[in-house]
């Protein structure tokens, strides 16, 4: 009985790859036909963001579909099942058809932004003046990253905007007080990082998610926060997001370069694709996404920037940027 037992724990296990793993596996793959795609934007140079094509929504879903899934242990492929994998691909299929990116060029024509659920509220970085980018970093502050991505920032003589979660940032207030007097500007990411987008969300989250997690955080800090963004960027089009986002005067922002940094592990891979994306866009400007909650985004952020520093382009946080296509204030340009 006992072998019997031993035996049928074993095939258990070999059999019990998880959800997250299939998941984790999907995401790859999509990272990979983005990296090919982007390739042949390159080659045709073809300036239609990818960050509207479906493959990018897949991507996104893919990242709320595994962290959703966050304690769910990972045990790795271990016997691999095709079936299972299909199915697990077909689900996040079905939630990127729900997630709707908001960054046409074309509906981006307003030069004045301010607070509102049209486009004149939703910041992509595609209006940005020509050679002018803001690094942004998102999910933080985190216990240590954090300060390392001040600390480069800090000594590469240019400013960065952290989109915080109030969470993290009760937890760490000390931290949060680095990023602020390195001069740095502070943006809210929601409370707890849910998937706002998706249509479980009651009202009540909803307000605690913005409005309370506003709140909060300004009292913590003492600062009136002016950006949001939402988690995974997800709800840009739901116009009762937006208006509680603009009814709290704030602007949304969302991002041009993804890094896909919270995926990829290798520095040297986020930059180059970071870099392409720029040769891509239409006025080599805009909004870069980072998270300072990984390794990887350190180090990459850093070599990135500069880089980036080599070839005299400019850096200004988002509210800068603001302020100068709305009142053509050089205070940072
Ligand atoms: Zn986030």
């Known amino acids: 009985m006992k072998v019997l037992g031993l035996m049928l724990l074993l095939a258990s296990s070999l059999m019990a790859s998880t959800e997250k ?3 984790q596996l999907y995401a790859d793959e999509l990272i990979n036909n983005f990296d090919n795609l982007l390739d042949q934007k390159l080659l045709l140079n073809d300036q239609e963001s990818i960050l509207t094509t479906e493959l990018y929504a897949q991507l996104i879903a893919a990242r709320t579909y595994i962290e959703a899934k966050e304690h769910q242990k990972e045990r790795g492929y271990i016997e691999f ?90 937890s760490l207030p000390k931290v949060v007080d680095a990023v602020l007097d390195a001069g740095n500007e502070l943006a809210l990411h929601s409370y707890t990082h849910q998937n706002l987008g998706s249509s479980s969300r009651t009202e009540r989250e909803l307000n605690y998610e913005i409005i309370t997690a506003k709140k909060d955080l300004e009292n913590l800090t003492n600062r009136k926060i002016k950006l949001f963004r939402l988690p995974y960027g997800a709800g840009t089009r739901n116009s009762n997001l937006r208006q509680k986002i603009a009814g709290q005067n704030m602007v949304h922002v969302f991002w041009n370069i993804d890094t896909l940094d ?65 009142n053509q204030e050089q205070n940072c340009l």
């Open 21 to 23: 793993d299939y998941a």
């Open 81 to 170: 099942n095709p079936q299972k994998f299909e199915k697990i691909k077909a689900k996040i299929n079905h939630i990127a058809k729900d997630i709707k990116i908001e960054i046409d060029n074309n509906k981006e024509r307003s030069s004045v932004i301010y607070p509102s659920v049209s486009s004149a509220g939703n910041l992509t970085g595609n209006t940005y003046p020509r050679g002018v980018w803001s690094l942004t970093y998102d999910d933080g502050p985190h216990a240590s990253r954090t300060e390392m991505t001040v600390d480069n920032v800090y000594s590469s003589g240019i400013k960065a905007t952290y989109f915080m979660l109030t969470r993290n940032a009760k």
């Open 262 to 326: 919270w995926k990829d592990k290798d520095p040297n891979s986020i930059v180059a694709r970071s870099l392409k994306q720029m040769a891509l866009t239409p006025k080599k400007s805009g909004i870069i996404l980072f998270h300072d909650i990984h390794s990887q985004s350190v180090t990459a952020s850093n070599m990135l920037v500069q880089r980036m520093l080599n070839d005299g382009l400019k850096f200004c946080t988002v509210s800068e940027v603001v302020s100068f296509l709305n």
